[in-house]
């Protein structure tokens, strides 16, 4: 018997008690693949500071960091059918909607909040890719409409941050609709003349690049987000060619005009701040005391 390892250790144990260290403490950079402290990570609003990777964050920390003092409203998410199509893979479309609003916290793949930007009224619809892949379907093709129409109604700047890998498929051609309406949802501004900024984050790809997501006044993107309308691997498979490197990154699509220009996400509040001024500032629809 082994009276250290039988007797004085369970008793030194007891005393000193096990101590719980939480499981997410450090991320590991998909960019350099430094281990990240998690706090340090959140700080620098979730990008590396190694590498300056733009790791994906909430809509609710891209409003923080956005409006005016963290200070906004949520603009309610419209009610649509849960399960038009009954559809069904390996698993119910209504179930993988449940296991999603229950991971997020939200019962879409949007959220719209309404606050100030430098003082400038403004929208803000958010994707978020955890919650489905930020597809688009029914849900947030009419938040995106709603968004558009509370603008034209109390004269909001709208701002749509984008990050989502295509429609919906578990909503068919419905979820297709959604392009051309969000389109003229988008089109409706003009009209007031309501200024729209398009953000594109990482990815931005599929039917969202096809409608609202490239229709912005101002269109930016963060640095080294993929955007394009099918993947690389996909449109390499089809043409049996090898791509040019970074063929769909940010800084390429600014290079052939596609952009206006790709912003660091910690320059982002401030630059946009500017933006809004700029393009309001002969607009009587918007107050600037």
């Excluded at 963290?70 to 993988?96: A, H, N």
Aim: charged share 25%.
């Amino acid at each position: 018997m082994n009276w250290l390892t039988n007797f004085v250790k369970p008793k030194i144990r007891a005393i000193v008690g096990k101590k719980d260290v939480p499981e997410n403490l450090w991320s590991k950079c998909n960019g350099c693949g430094e281990m990240l402290f998690h706090r340090d990570l959140k700080d620098n609003l979730g990008v590396c500071n190694q590498c300056n990777q733009h790791h994906k964050i909430s809509p609710v920390e891209r409003f923080d960091s956005l409006f005016d003092n963290s200070e906004y409203e949520l603009i309610e998410t419209p009610k649509v059918i849960s399960d038009p199509l009954k559809f069904r893979d390996t698993k119910k479309y209504t179930d993988r909607l449940k296991e999603n609003r229950s991971k997020t916290g939200s019962t879409e793949s949007i959220i719209l909040a309404h606050g100030k930007v430098n003082k400038i009224k403004t929208v803000i619809a958010s994707q978020n890719f955890s919650f489905m892949g930020g597809s688009l379907g029914m849900g947030t093709g009419e938040s995106i409409i709603n968004a558009a129409n509370y603008c034209v109604k109390n004269n909001c700047v709208l701002i749509i941050i984008a990050a989502a890998g295509g429609a919906r498929m578990q909503e068919g051609i419905l979820s297709l609709m959604q392009l051309p309406r969000t389109i003229i949802a988008i089109d409706s501004l003009k009209q007031k003349k309501i200024p729209y900024i398009s953000i594109l984050t990482d990815p931005t790809t599929g039917g969202v690049t096809a409608s609202y997501a490239m229709l912005g006044d101002i269109s930016i993107a963060e640095p080294g987000a993929l955007i394009g309308f099918a993947g690389p691997r996909v449109i390499e498979n089809t043409i049996r060619e090898k791509l040019p490197e970074n063929f769909q990154q940010s800084e390429k699509l600014l290079q052939n005009g596609m952009l206006d220009m790709v912003i660091d996400r910690r320059e982002l509040k401030e630059t946009l701040g500017k933006i809004i001024k700029l393009i309001t500032i002969n607009n009587k629809n918007f107050d600037h005391t």
